[in-house]
């Protein structure tokens, strides 16, 4: 199956500061990704949708100016949690899709974020 | 709002016998449907697809069946061992006008195969 690449797969930081999670499809075209949270012994939750070239599309709750999405080209689309706070630590997933739905879709390994 | 609904109870099973998980939803009619297995700290790697006029899908071990009338599927994973443990997630697509296609999933059900 295709191959969709994020790092870094753990990262610790500071309270107050920001960090930036990569996405990366690396043998196929993603025209859409999707970027979920998931807390222990729970479920993926889909926190937007980013199409390439344009704005990302986030799912009720979710704060845009936190999370930032950029999805610049084809094969990356980056999350950055801004000002993060103890309670922003969780996973973080990413997944891209090579077609419009209808298709498997291809799962970064994740991150798993604390913030201190 | 559409729902969909694994059992979040664990499901513990002898190795060689057949785990059965369920998935139902509710108001949506999907096209097709899917399952992914997680393990630990891992992203989910897709399994199988079935579409709404495909009654049964098998690959290997996995076994999906696919009731549209009952909206509800069913995922069984035969002679099962032990590296079959993991947490199988199901999915469907749905659509919203802003986003296109969202694959979204179900609660997940963790299995533990015991030798």
């Known amino acids: 199956g295709a191959v969709v690449s994020q790092h870094p797969s753990r990262v610790i930081c500071k309270s107050g500061t920001s960090v930036k999670i990569e996405c990366r499809s690396l043998?196929?075209?993603?025209?859409?990704m999707f970027w979920y949270r998931q807390f222990p012994k729970q479920s993926l939750m889909l926190m937007a949708t980013?199409?390439?070239?344009?704005?990302?599309?986030?799912e009720q709750g979710v704060e845009k100016d936190k999370f930032l999405i950029n999805h610049a080209s084809l094969t990356l689309s980056t999350l950055t949690v801004t000002s993060a706070h103890p309670e922003d630590s969780s996973f973080y997933i990413c997944?891209?899709?090579?077609?419009?739905?209808?298709?498997?879709?291809?799962f970064g390994q994740g991150t798993r974020l604390t913030v201190v | 709002s559409q729902k969909i609904e694994q059992n979040s109870e664990a499901l513990n099973i002898q190795e060689g016998k057949t785990a059965t998980l369920t998935c139902n939803y509710t108001?949506?009619?999907?096209?097709?449907l899917q399952w992914y297995r997680q393990d630990p700290g891992r992203g989910p790697v897709f399994l199988l697809l079935?579409?709404?006029?495909?009654k049964e899908k098998r690959k290997e071990r996995l076994k999906v069946t696919f009731d549209t009338t009952l909206k509800q599927s069913l995922f069984h994973i035969t002679a099962s061992q032990p590296a079959d443990s993991a947490t199988y997630l199901c999915?469907?697509?749905?659509?919203?006008?802003?986003?296109?296609?969202?694959?979204?999933f179900g609660g997940g059900t963790r299995v533990l195969v015991k030798p």
């Open positions: 999915a469907l697509d749905i659509y919203s006008k802003a986003a296109g296609n969202k694959l979204t």
């Open positions: 980013s199409n390439e070239g344009s704005k990302a599309t986030y």
């Open positions: 108001n949506y009619s999907p096209a097709y």
């Open positions: 997944s891209a899709r090579d077609a419009d739905g209808y298709t498997e879709a291809f």
């Open positions: 079935i579409r709404e006029n495909e």
């Open positions: 043998d196929f075209q993603a025209t859409t």
